[in-house]
């Protein structure tokens, strides 16, 4: 049996596989969607072994999509392991690296993966619903989302000396200082890339309110929202404590993520590879949660910047002061941080200290154990290593934000199926929609095969006996 071929976010490590299967009720309508992740996670068990100080250039391999968070997140870790925190200086460089990883996800995702469904339609022809339809309808659209992208890329390159799979954060520090030259030039694109995601926002604005019917019934989800937060719980993406809150927005916890085992455990399903990360005092399923940009500006009061902040009272006020449960409401929320993230690399470039040159802490007080907590663009990425004492690596865990999404993405897929589905001859833009349920969360399923805007998509629907009765597939080959 052929099954959908997609890329997860780091959880399974490697390119995986992944299939839906909805089972149909006698009169047409759904019983229950499954979204299956089939691959076997094994990246901690061959870490163990390596020296913690390789860790920063081994972990970004996990993701083609955001390497940065996983540099960023290990290296963080060793500062723990080794006990060496890093200069001032480093921490700034270290923030505007990450910074330009935020812009560039965002970016792509919004205009190149997501754009298409928004822009085109969901029931826009498939052979001109992505990114080449996109440059077709609206050029110079499509020229400035390129460019928001390439601007995020650039930063990287102007702080790391290279745009995917850093080696520039390591255990005490980075290895590079920013000349005044790469400092002026990041500079020099930042006023056309915030108008270009102030763009994005209006862009999506007027679609949700076109498309109201589908925002009020597409996954509308009541969970925990989960993020990382600055002592005035503004939204912070780098370093800061965490914060949990519940269905309706009253604060469960406030914690240092070195402590998040008290906090999370992981459920298992026996049809997927993927855990389910949830809240461990209110057991499972109760407990769950979920990050990313909805994840973190539900977990928010604030933002403290000041185009962001004023999105963000926006944000506040669409579910009337209580948790914004909308899943198609990710994509705004996408944008919200975008804009945070290029205000946020403004402030960094004003700071004198940006351009020091106390860049590496070289004395260790080793720990052990370390763990280093950062926002990656899709949500708490958590890594935890133990080590002996010469520094080489005897447990790794890990878990990423596509883990903690594990349960929304699967009852997203479920609630649409559900939706859209109601006994009619099923289209092809169910599969579109089906699919959009997983995107919106930005898990890199799509990722790596949207060269053309379009994801391997393989349902199967089966009668209440579980017979096989009708196959939908696009771009299987």
């Given at each position: 049996m052929t099954t959908e071929k997609i890329t997860i976010e780091p959880v399974t490590r490697i390119e995986g596989h992944a299939k839906i299967t909805i089972r149909m009720n006698d009169d047409g309508t759904v019983n229950h969607a499954y979204f299956h992740v089939n691959e076997f996670r094994g990246f901690e068990k061959f870490c163990e072994g390596r020296m913690v100080f390789e860790m920063p250039y081994i972990t970004p391999r996990i993701c083609g999509i955001c390497p940065v968070s996983h540099h960023l997140a290990a290296a963080k870790t060793g500062d723990e392991v080794l006990g060496c925190p890093p200069p001032r200086t480093a921490t700034l460089l270290r923030?505007?690296?990450?910074?330009?990883?935020?812009?560039?996800?965002?970016?792509?995702?919004?205009?190149?993966?997501?754009?298409?469904?928004?822009?085109?339609?969901?029931?826009?022809?498939?052979?001109?619903?992505?990114?080449?339809?996109?440059?077709?309808?609206?050029?110079?659209?499509?020229?400035?989302a390129i460019n928001l992208r390439k601007f995020g890329q650039d930063i990287i390159?102007?702080?790391?000396?290279?745009?995917?799979?850093?080696?520039?954060?390591?255990?005490?520090?980075?290895?590079?200082?920013?000349?005044?030259?790469?400092?002026?030039g990041i500079l020099a694109g930042l006023d056309e890339a915030v108008a270009t995601t102030q763009l994005g926002i209006s862009i999506m604005k007027g679609w949700a309110e076109k498309n109201r019917e589908d925002i009020e019934k597409f996954a509308v989800l009541k969970t925990g929202y989960f993020g990382m937060v600055t002592p005035g719980n503004g939204l912070e993406l780098y370093d800061g404590q965490i914060r949990l809150l519940d269905q309706k927005g009253q604060q469960l916890e406030h914690f240092d993520g070195r402590n998040y085992l008290d906090y999370i455990a992981e459920h298992v399903e026996s049809w997927s590879y993927l855990k389910f990360p949830y809240y461990k005092k209110?057991?499972?399923?109760?407990?769950?949660?979920?990050?990313?940009?909805?994840?973190?500006?539900?977990?928010?009061?604030?933002?403290?910047?000041p185009l962001a902040g004023e999105e963000m009272k926006i944000w506040k006020s669409?579910?009337?002061?209580?948790?914004?449960e909308n899943t198609l409401y990710y994509h705004y929320a996408r944008l919200i941080e975008?804009?945070?993230?290029?205000?946020?690399?403004?402030?960094?470039?004003?700071?004198?200290?940006?351009?020091?040159?106390?860049?590496?802490?070289?004395?260790?007080?080793f720990r052990g154990e370390g763990v280093g907590v950062i926002e990656a663009p899709r949500g708490t990425l958590f890594h935890h290593y133990w080590a002996n004492e010469t520094g080489q690596i005897t447990k790794v865990n890990l878990i990423v934000a596509t883990g903690h999404n594990n349960w929304a993405m699967s009852e997203s897929v479920d609630s649409v199926a559900k939706t859209y589905i109601n006994g009619n001859p099923i289209r092809e833009g169910l599969l579109n929609r089906v699919e959009a349920a997983i995107r919106a969360h930005d898990p890199c399923l799509s990722c790596s095969t949207h060269a053309v805007g379009q994801m391997p998509m393989e349902i199967e629907i089966l009668d209440p006996e579980g017979q096989l009765i009708q196959t939908l597939s696009r771009n299987m080959d």
């Amino acid at each position: 049996m052929t099954t959908e071929k997609i890329t997860i976010e780091p959880v399974t490590r490697i390119e995986g596989h992944a299939k839906i299967t909805i089972r149909m009720n006698d009169d047409g309508t759904v019983n229950h969607a499954y979204f299956h992740v089939n691959e076997f996670r094994g990246f901690e068990k061959f870490c163990e072994g390596r020296m913690v100080f390789e860790m920063p250039y081994i972990t970004p391999r996990i993701c083609g999509i955001c390497p940065v968070s996983h540099h960023l997140a290990a290296a963080k870790t060793g500062d723990e392991v080794l006990g060496c925190p890093p200069p001032r200086t480093a921490t700034l460089l270290r923030d505007l690296m990450h910074m330009g990883q935020i812009i560039q996800s965002h970016g792509m995702h919004f205009f190149e993966l997501a754009g298409p469904d928004l822009i085109l339609g969901f029931d826009a022809d498939p052979a001109v619903r992505n990114v080449v339809g996109l440059l077709q309808a609206d050029p110079a659209l499509t020229l400035k989302a390129i460019n928001l992208r390439k601007f995020g890329q650039d930063i990287i390159f102007r702080v790391g000396g290279r745009r995917i799979h850093p080696t520039f954060a390591v255990p005490g520090g980075v290895n590079k200082a920013l000349s005044v030259e790469d400092r002026n030039g990041i500079l020099a694109g930042l006023d056309e890339a915030v108008a270009t995601t102030q763009l994005g926002i209006s862009i999506m604005k007027g679609w949700a309110e076109k498309n109201r019917e589908d925002i009020e019934k597409f996954a509308v989800l009541k969970t925990g929202y989960f993020g990382m937060v600055t002592p005035g719980n503004g939204l912070e993406l780098y370093d800061g404590q965490i914060r949990l809150l519940d269905q309706k927005g009253q604060q469960l916890e406030h914690f240092d993520g070195r402590n998040y085992l008290d906090y999370i455990a992981e459920h298992v399903e026996s049809w997927s590879y993927l855990k389910f990360p949830y809240y461990k005092k209110m057991g499972w399923p109760n407990g769950v949660y979920r990050v990313g940009p909805l994840g973190r500006l539900n977990a928010a009061d604030t933002i403290e910047t000041p185009l962001a902040g004023e999105e963000m009272k926006i944000w506040k006020s669409l579910n009337g002061g209580l948790p914004v449960e909308n899943t198609l409401y990710y994509h705004y929320a996408r944008l919200i941080e975008t804009l945070f993230a290029l205000e946020r690399v403004r402030i960094l470039l004003d700071d004198p200290d940006l351009l020091g040159k106390d860049i590496l802490n070289t004395r260790h007080d080793f720990r052990g154990e370390g763990v280093g907590v950062i926002e990656a663009p899709r949500g708490t990425l958590f890594h935890h290593y133990w080590a002996n004492e010469t520094g080489q690596i005897t447990k790794v865990n890990l878990i990423v934000a596509t883990g903690h999404n594990n349960w929304a993405m699967s009852e997203s897929v479920d609630s649409v199926a559900k939706t859209y589905i109601n006994g009619n001859p099923i289209r092809e833009g169910l599969l579109n929609r089906v699919e959009a349920a997983i995107r919106a969360h930005d898990p890199c399923l799509s990722c790596s095969t949207h060269a053309v805007g379009q994801m391997p998509m393989e349902i199967e629907i089966l009668d209440p006996e579980g017979q096989l009765i009708q196959t939908l597939s696009r771009n299987m080959d």
